[in-house]
Structure formats: C-alpha cells, structure tokens
C-alpha cells in the first residue's frame, strides 16, 4: 500500500499524532489551531485551514491534496462540500481512551509507521500506570470539569478516564453533556477544573460569582482551578502530558490558577 504523502490535517490531535509518528513530511497543510498544542516551530512554513467545524472545499481544493484527515464535531455540509469535490476524507470520531488509541494505530498504519504507533501507544499507558501509581494513596475529591461556560457543559469519555487515573472522581455522572446549574450543585465537586475550550486563560472569578455556587465545596474552599485545555481536550498522544497536568490540579496544595 502507498501511503498518502499529501495529508491536510484539520485538527491539532491529528497534527500532533502524525508528528508524533515521525511523519511530518506527509503534512501539506494543519489547521490555524494547531500551534496551541503542537508549538509554531512544529510545523513552521505549513499553509493554515479552517477546523473540520468551519472547513469548506474551496479552503483546500488550491493544495492538491491526497488524503484530508478530520474529526468531531463536524457539519453535516462541510462534509458534503469536500466529498462532492472529490477529495478523500477521514473523520474520525473519538470517544473514550480505547477509540484514541485505535485512531492512532490507524494514522500509523495509513502512514506505515506501525512500530512507532505502537511506541507512541505504549509511551502514554506508561504515563497513564505511573501518574495511577503515584495517586493512589490520595484521597478521591469529587472533580466536575466543565469544557464551557454558556450552555454549561462537561467532556468526552476521556476526560472521566484522566479524572479517575489522576485520582479524582468525575463528577456529575455522564460525559458529554450539557448540565444544569442544580445538579453540578447536587454532584458537590471538591475540584472544578475550568477547561474551556479555546480558552487559554479563563476567568475563574466568574466560577465564583455564579449565584447559588457559593455552597458548593471547590468554590467554599477556593480549589476552582485551570489546566492548559487543550492538551486534555484534544483526543491525541497529548493526553498523557494533560493527564500530568490534571493529577498535579487535583493535588491539595495546587492553588488556583
């Protein structure tokens, strides 16, 4: 199988996954996020795209390419504008830590980068096993994180996964939803982790001010806190430093950030 040496990359965690298989020359173009998570030098000199959200054939039809590779959440019409132009697309949706870990084996076998996937793979469960092994002995605060503000709203799957291996509980039950003010106050979070997406430094003090949060622990105790959003919000290699970044939040003597 030839792999595709063309690839346009819509989403930092496909960007960082290529990257990270040693497979940088098959980029033509990255996403206009991209630097926030991979670093501008990563992919200096590479054409920016509109994410899969935004994307339209005509950003991309100009770059000639073999294979675009995108992700959730995606629009219905993007999607049909790119497949009625002819290009070949990839979207992957992921959910949990097992659905990455498949996306990332799959990247590497389109790219023949197997062994290096695999690598990759096994870099992060041995981050995963040490951060478990070094929170084990903690105490499990009730952790609610919220990925935005107006409608509120909690992660995927993954982020309950990095909560409980951090050593938290996740808190409200059921990822990927929309909530309402009354049962994030019933859930009691010890911890809030603001993690809005896009948003490099939020607000905390908003957190605070939020009319009926005063009773609820985290804000009680002054433990509402940040971490870099996108390295537990993108679904890539990533999560294992956004899981490092997570456990050190949850720590007791983390102040707020």
């Known amino acids: 199988m030839r792999c595709p040496q063309r690839i346009v990359s819509l989403e930092p965690s496909i960007t960082a996954t290529l990257l990270a298989l040693g497979r940088r020359e098959c980029l033509i173009a990255v996403s206009e996020h991209d630097a926030r998570l991979v670093g501008e030098e990563a992919i200096a000199g590479l054409p920016r795209v509109p994410c899969t959200w935004a994307i339209r054939a005509a ?119 929309q909530l309402t003010d009354e049962e994030i106050i019933a859930a009691d979070p010890e911890v809030i982790v603001v993690a809005w997406a896009g948003v490099d430094h939020p607000p905390l003090a908003q957190v605070y001010q939020r009319p009926g949060w005063e009773q609820v622990t985290a804000v009680r105790t002054g433990r509402v806190v940040t971490v870099p959003e996108i390295w537990i919000n993108a679904p890539g290699p990533n999560l294992a430093q956004g899981a490092v970044y997570l456990a050190q939040a949850l720590r007791e003597d983390h102040p707020p950030a």
């Open 59 to 177: 950003d991309i039809l100009s770059l000639a390419p073999e294979l675009v590779i995108g992700s959730i959440p995606m629009r219905s019409q993007s999607v049909k504008e790119l497949l009625q132009a002819g290009i070949d697309l990839l979207l992957l949706t992921p959910t949990d830590l097992r659905s990455i870990y498949r996306h990332i084996r799959l990247l590497a076998t389109l790219t023949d980068a197997v062994e290096a996937g695999e690598r990759v793979i096994q870099e992060m469960e041995a981050t995963f096993e040490e951060i478990r092994r070094t929170t084990t002995q903690r105490s499990r605060p009730r952790v609610y994180v919220e990925i935005w503000p107006r409608p509120r709203m909690n992660g995927p799957a993954w982020h309950a996964e990095l909560v409980t291996l951090a050593g938290g509980e996740y808190v409200p039950p059921g990822p990927n939803r």
